[in-house]
């Protein structure tokens, strides 16, 4: 029954109506399929990324200011119980939205008003900056340098593009089997 209701709260964002669903949750539920799976309770083996979207530590201190929790605190261990792991999931969805508003949703329009990254859409945009932060972010679109570079575990810039790419053509495809469904009824 956990691993039910575990699988349910994981997935429950598909079973939404198609044009009740904003392009933003479908950017945010893809890109936390390329980073864990969406997976609440995900940690890499390597750094301090941890949780659906694998936020680092250092992430701590904004989350606490802008949301009044820290990102770690609303991580759980792979044992909690599926009510907990719900929960939390919620939470780090919470937070991830805090970051999109405060951090990436400004800074892909200052990218826009600049006339950079004029061949990604904005959900390209949005992995780039979660993966590089948008200082790398900026660099790799003005120079095409990776400054990580495979480091780290990461996979190289246009991998992780176009991971986000077929995770978004993923999202696209659960629309379309979603209007399949309301015009058969």
Known sequence: MKIILFIFSLFIGATVAAGQESEYFK????????????IPSAKNKVTSASGKYQFMKAWDKF??????VTWSSVVPSRKAPATVTAR???EQDRLFDAYYREQVKPWIADVRRRGLGK???DYELLALAH????KGAELYLRTGRDPYNG???NRHVASHLKAMRKAMAFEKYLDSQTNLVGAKA
């Not at 950017?27 to 969406?38: D, K, T, Y």
């Not at 989350?63 to 009044?68: A, I, K, S, V």
């Not at 993966?131 to 948008?134: F, V």
């Open 27 to 38: 950017q945010r539920r893809a890109l936390g399929f390329i980073e864990s799976r969406n």
């Open 63 to 68: 989350f606490q200011r802008e949301c009044g």
């Open 88 to 90: 939390m999931s919620a």
């Open 119 to 121: 061949k990604l859409a």
């Open 131 to 134: 993966r590089q932060g948008t």
């Open 151 to 153: 480091k780290y575990g």
